[in-house]
């Protein structure tokens, strides 16, 4: 190996260290947040976000796709743009949350199994998931969507049963929400 691609290799991982150190400062920042400060485009990709409480954060354009969200509380958040993809909403509060142009979708085929590949890496899915499961592709059961705009979200096979709207939830053109599961509150 000649000292020129020596040198490019160092530099691709020092590229690679300084990403990931800033990923990980960013991820302590969310678990410290002093609930003024907005979370704007910070890549939160794959990290465990369960039973926080970041009531009314802002995640404009903020990467939390294959992120753990179980059970936190989102109530008045703004994620308009964020990436949600394969994310885990399951028990989450989007109660007034603002979802729109948010991705929400599945993802492409050959993504789906470069995934498949890094799991059989034994890379970080999701915690406690110890092989690669397509439920938690899309997870929103029990979630509250009440006031959440979701006018320009994918929903294609989301997984909506249990979760609860009202009559100020903004669904995609032609989604049948109750088709997939998703019940009106009455309040």
């Known amino acids: 190996m000649d000292i020129v691609k020596i040198i490019e290799s160092l530099i691709e991982t020092l590229r690679y260290i300084s990403v990931e150190e800033q990923r990980e400062k960013q991820y302590r920042f969310v678990l410290q947040w002093d609930r003024k400060t907005p979370l704007r485009e910070l890549d939160l990709s794959g990290r465990d976000l369960s039973g926080l409480d970041l009531t009314e954060a802002d995640f404009i354009k903020t990467n939390l796709s294959k ?15 964020a990436n949600l993809n394969w994310a885990n909403l399951s028990g989450a509060n989007l109660s007034r949350a603002n979802l729109s142009g948010a991705n929400l979708s599945e993802r492409s085929r050959d993504k789906m199994l470069a995934w498949q590949e890094a799991s059989r890496k034994n890379l970080p899915l999701y ?16 979630a509250k969507l009440s006031g959440a705009n979701l006018s320009e979200a994918n929903l294609h096979n989301a997984k909506l049963s249990g979760a609860v709207c009202d009559i100020h939830t903004v669904w995609p053109k032609g989604f049948d929400f109750e088709g997939a599961g998703v019940k009106v509150s009455k309040i």
């Open 127 to 142: 915690p406690g998931q110890s092989a690669f499961d397509w439920s938690k592709m899309l997870r929103v059961e029990r």
């Open 67 to 81: 992120a753990n969200l179980s059970n936190t509380n989102l109530r008045g958040a703004n994620l308009s743009e």
